[in-house]
T-cell receptor, first 111, second 112 residues
Framework: DTAVSQTPKYLVTQMGNDKSIKCEQN?????MYWYKQDSKKFLKIMFS???????INETVPNRFSPKSPDKAHLNLHINSLELGDSAVYFC??????????FGDGTRLSIL | GESVGLHLPTLSVQEGDNSIINCAYS??????FIWYKQESGKGPQFIID?????DKRQGQRVTVLLNKTVKHLSLQIAATQPGDSAVYFC???????????FGTGTSLTVIP
């Protein structure tokens, strides 16, 4: 009965590879998000997406792209991974102007 | 990018004491504020929220205070317990969008 679930929990891969992280929410929320948390615990919004619009943080490299097959899913695709991409990535969801519910994160390590 | 130059503030309290965690925000248009708790290995979890038409809101053992004049938010935890040890984040949102912006976070350690 997990509300926001993301897979995988851990992802270790080589520089230059392409990878995806999946996220699903069963809360019926209309908006989903991706955040990046660095080693100093700083949480930065990367994308927010509902069925009407995608809002992209302009500092996010275009190697990162969200893909939403339906309202309950927002996957994150990353091309040509770089060392600086190592971080914990969190998916979240919410209804409009309500608290977000977060997944438990995907720990991405680039070798 | 990385939070270069920033470090995670820390707070240590004795078990049973009260804790106060502070947060400053910069956007005067922000009208909705949330406190989250993040335990090790987990995602942030909602604790309490407050909208800009209020200056105080209480939950179970937690109180949030909002001072819009100086753009300051605080979280008070009464009778702090070891299970309260975590990183605490404030987040702000303006009515113009559905994006939340998170503060730096404060690491709370409760000493038994």
């Amino acid at each position: 009965d997990t509300a926001v679930s993301q897979t995988p929990k851990y992802l270790v891969t080589q520089m230059g590879n392409d990878k995806s992280i999946k996220c699903e929410q069963n809360l019926g929320h209309d908006t989903m998000y991706w955040y990046k948390q660095d080693s100093k615990k700083f949480l930065k919004i990367m994308f927010s997406y509902n069925n009407k619009e995608l809002i992209i943080n302009e500092t996010v490299p275009n190697r990162f792209s969200p893909k939403s097959p339906d309202k309950a899913h927002l996957n994150l695709h990353i091309n040509s991974l770089e060392l600086g991409d190592s971080a914990v990535y969190f998916c979240a969801s919410s209804s409009s102007n309500q608290p977000q519910h977060f997944g438990d994160g995907t720990r991405l390590s680039i070798l | 990018g990385e939070s270069v130059g920033l470090h995670l503030p820390t707070l240590s309290v004795q078990e049973g004491d009260n804790s106060i965690i502070n947060c400053a925000y910069s956007n005067s248009a922000s009208d909705y504020f949330i406190w989250y708790k993040q335990e090790s290995g987990k995602g942030p979890q909602f604790i309490i929220d407050i909208r800009s038409n209020m200056d105080k809101r209480q939950g179970q053992r937690v109180t949030v205070l909002l001072n819009k004049t100086v753009k300051h938010l605080s979280l008070q935890i009464a009778a702090t317990q070891p299970g309260d040890s975590a990183v605490y984040f404030c987040a702000e949102n303006s009515n113009t969008g559905n994006q939340f912006y998170f503060g730096t976070g404060t690491s709370l350690t409760v000493i038994p």
